[in-house]
Nanobody, 115 residues
Framework: QVQLVESGGGLVQAGGSLRLSCAAS????????MAWYRRAPGKLRELVAR???????NYADSVRGRFTISRDNAKNTVYLQMNSLKPEDTAIYYC?????????WGQGTQVTVSS
């Protein structure tokens, strides 16, 4: 069973940047399209960005133009570059498969944006 470990979160001021990483213990090519999700306090988990095996990307309207998702299949790692961060981006960020069946969810990485 592939395991996912997210990292790179932290506390940042509004307008700042962070780069999240998601390291998989196995092949992400075998998983397929990957995605970053987030869960803000009191809200449901939402899809933030997705990337196919070939590198095609798509984003939620709320982050388009500010976030960039990418993947390194050789390193089995997925990245999320987050720029121009806003307080409403505060959440725990997770990576996983875009489609079911999902891999076991990791612990996520906390992103906190102060105003």
């Amino acid at each position: 069973q592939v395991q996912l470990v997210e990292s790179g979160g932290g506390l940042v001021q509004a307008g700042g940047s962070l780069r999240l990483s998601c390291a998989a213990s196995g092949s992400i090519l075998s998983i397929g399209a990957m995605a970053w999700y987030r869960r803000a306090p009191g809200k449901l988990r939402e899809l933030v960005a997705r990337v196919t095996n070939s590198g095609s990307t798509n984003y939620a309207d709320s982050v388009r133009g500010r976030f960039t998702i990418s993947r390194d299949n050789a390193k089995n790692t997925v990245y999320l570059q987050m720029n121009s961060l806003k307080p409403e981006d505060t959440a725990i960020y997770y990576c996983n498969s875009l489609l079911p069946p999902f891999v076991s969810w990791g612990q996520g990485t906390q992103v906190t944006v102060s105003s």
